[in-house]
Every structure is written in C-alpha cells, then in structure tokens.
C-alpha cells in the first residue's frame, strides 16, 4: 500500500507532465497559426503580382493594341486637320466650292482656285491620315511601355511586401514559441516539487529500514553472545 507522500509526489509528477505538455501544445498552435498566417499573407501577395501580369496581358494583346492604334490615328488625324484649317491650308469640313474659292474675280478663276484647293485639301488629307496612322504605332508602343513601367512598379513593391513578410516570420514564430511558457513553467515546478517529495518519502523509509536493522542485529549479538556464555559452562 503506497503511503500518502509517495501518492502526492505521483500527482505532482503527473500534474506537472500534463502543464508542460500543455504548454508545449499551446506553442505549437501558436507556431502554427504564424506561418499560417504567412502563408496566407504570401499567398494574397502573389495572386495581386499574377493579377496584374494578366491584366498587363490583357492590355497589350493584339485586340487591345489594334484598338488603342486606331484610337491614336484618328486623334492624330483630327489634329492635322485642325492644323491645317488653323494655317488656312485647309477649309473646315462642309465647305463647298465656291466658298473656298476667292470672293474676287471672274468665276472661271475663283472655281479654278476652287478645284485646286479641294485637290490641296484632299492630299493634306491624305496625308495627314498616313502620318496619323504612322506615329499611331509610335504613340500605341509609347503607352505600352508606360503600362509596363507602372505594372514592373507595383510588382517591384509587392515583392518588397512579400521579402518583408518572410523575413518576420523567424520572428513571429520566435514570439508564438513563447505561448506556453506560463504552463510549461508551471509544470517544471510541479515535477521538481513530486521529485522532491519523492525524494524526501524515499529518504524516510530508508531511515526506517535502517532502524530496523539495527535492532535486529542487537537481538542477534544477545543471542549469540549467550550461546558462547552457554558453551563456556560445559
């Protein structure tokens, strides 16, 4: 039958193995939930960097790019229009023959002038549309390339975001492995409390032995030395 000391140290062994156990576990979901939390967080930045890589594709592909050409020519076209009815080269649209010739002078003259001047027009025109189309490759590629400046910039900053965020998480899980030290703290004291009242029981019944025989050797020495007085009688 175990005597009541050596059944306290037995629970506080056990008392102390459950609390660093405990708290062992509570580090470990703490650990966890650290790269969990990493993971997602890398995860998130990723999908944002694949996200404008498509949307720089999209942007860029020969669909989209044939609409921005043809965006740019007609704006390019409408400005050498303007320059040249600005310059008086050109009459605005709607203007008939007779309007655009002089106001002075026969009329075989002025639809002469007339003729020639929609002929001048016409091949200003012309023109004007070719140039148009031509720089609108030039203005097409020079907005490419600003889409690819700004997308390579933000990808440049998530990528910083995602160094940053693998470089804390030594950190983090440095912290989170600190969870359970209340309990594993807890649990040390309480096994070195059941090893030391484990000792101290362990200490008394070897004193308690030791009495013992240490009695029984004094009746064994009275019974011998009177076998040897017996003997002597003889």
Same mark, same amino acid.
């Given at each position: 039958?175990? /005597?009541?000391?050596?059944i306290i140290? #037995?629970? #506080?062994?056990a008392?102390?193995?459950a609390?660093?156990?405990?708290? =062992?576990? /509570?580090?470990q979901?703490?650990?966890?939930? =650290?790269?969990?939390?990493?993971? =997602?967080a $890398?995860?998130?930045?990723?999908? $944002? +960097?694949?996200? #404008?890589?498509?949307?720089?594709?999209?942007?860029?592909?020969?669909?989209?790019?044939?609409?921005?050409?043809?965006?740019?020519?007609?704006?390019?076209?409408d /400005?050498?229009?303007?320059?040249? &009815?600005?310059a008086?080269?050109?009459?605005?649209?709607?203007? *008939?023959?007779?309007?655009?010739?002089?106001t002075?002078?026969?009329?075989?003259?002025?639809?002469?002038?007339?003729?020639?001047?929609a002929?001048?027009? *016409?091949y200003?025109?012309?023109?004007?549309?070719?140039?148009?189309?031509?720089?609108?490759? =030039?203005?097409?590629?020079?907005?490419?390339?600003?889409?690819?400046?700004?997308?390579?910039n933000?990808? *440049? &900053?998530?990528?910083?975001?995602?160094?940053?965020?693998?470089?804390?998480?030594? &950190? $983090?899980?440095?912290?989170?492995?600190q969870?359970?030290n209340?309990?594993?703290?807890?649990?040390?004291?309480? +096994?070195?409390?059941?090893?030391?009242?484990?000792?101290?029981?362990?200490?008394?019944?070897? +004193?308690g032995?030791?009495s013992?025989l240490?009695?029984?050797?004094?009746?064994?020495?009275?019974?011998?030395?009177?076998?040897?007085?017996a003997?002597?009688?003889?």
């Amino acid at each position: 039958m175990c /005597e009541p000391v050596s059944i306290i140290s #037995l629970a #506080l062994a056990a008392a102390g193995t459950a609390a660093s156990a405990y708290g =062992a576990h /509570e580090s470990q979901v703490a650990q966890d939930k =650290a790269i969990n939390n990493s993971v =997602a967080a $890398q995860t998130g930045l990723q999908n $944002q +960097s694949n996200n #404008l890589f498509n949307q720089s594709l999209a942007q860029q592909n020969v669909a989209s790019t044939q609409d921005k050409m043809a965006a740019n020519a007609t704006t390019r076209a409408d /400005e050498y229009a303007q320059a040249n &009815i600005n310059a008086g080269t050109l009459k605005p649209q709607g203007t *008939n023959a007779a309007q655009a010739g002089t106001t002075t002078g026969p009329r075989v003259v002025q639809d002469a002038y007339a003729a020639q001047a929609a002929k001048v027009g *016409n091949y200003l025109k012309q023109q004007g549309l070719a140039n148009a189309n031509l720089q609108s490759f =030039a203005d097409t590629t020079l907005q490419n390339s600003r889409l690819n400046q700004n997308m390579g910039n933000q990808q *440049n &900053i998530l990528a910083g975001f995602m160094r940053n965020n693998s470089s804390l998480l030594p &950190i $983090q899980q440095y912290a989170a492995s600190q969870a359970g030290n209340t309990a594993k703290g807890v649990g040390g004291l309480l +096994s070195a409390a059941g090893s030391v009242t484990g000792m101290g029981a362990s200490t008394g019944a070897l +004193s308690g032995v030791g009495s013992s025989l240490g009695g029984s050797g004094t009746v064994g020495g009275s019974a011998v030395q009177q076998g040897f007085d017996a003997s002597n009688n003889y």
